[in-house]
């Protein structure tokens, strides 16, 4: 549930949501919402059921990134993964790490 200008997002699409965050299925359901409201905590999977139509959590990082470089996007304060795709996290913090060097850049 959105409720004020700081909301918690947390997309996954089986496990249950935590108490006060925010529930998206899609990387594009979590999109629209970064781009609506300001987000200071963003918890994401990374497998989301079917990869190539809906996309992964991944997605979403890789959309931050690009926002962060081309239109000074200031990034959720928090973001963390809670996949257990061993690989696919890997990527993710790699990616995070990246989001946080080049939004401190920016700065």
Known sequence: MINGDFI???????RP??????????PQQTI??????NVTALSLDHDLGDDESI???YTVLLWIEE???I?????????SIHSSNPSARSKMLAAIETIQVLANCRK
């Open 8 to 14: 918690k997002v947390y997309l996954d699409d089986c």
């Open 32 to 37: 629209d919402i970064l781009r609506a409201h």
């Open 55 to 57: 996309g992964t959590g």
């Open 71 to 79: 239109h000074g996007y200031e990034p959720p304060s928090i973001i």
């Open 67 to 69: 926002h962060v470089v």
């Open 17 to 26: 949501t935590p108490n006060c965050w925010t529930r998206t299925y899609t």
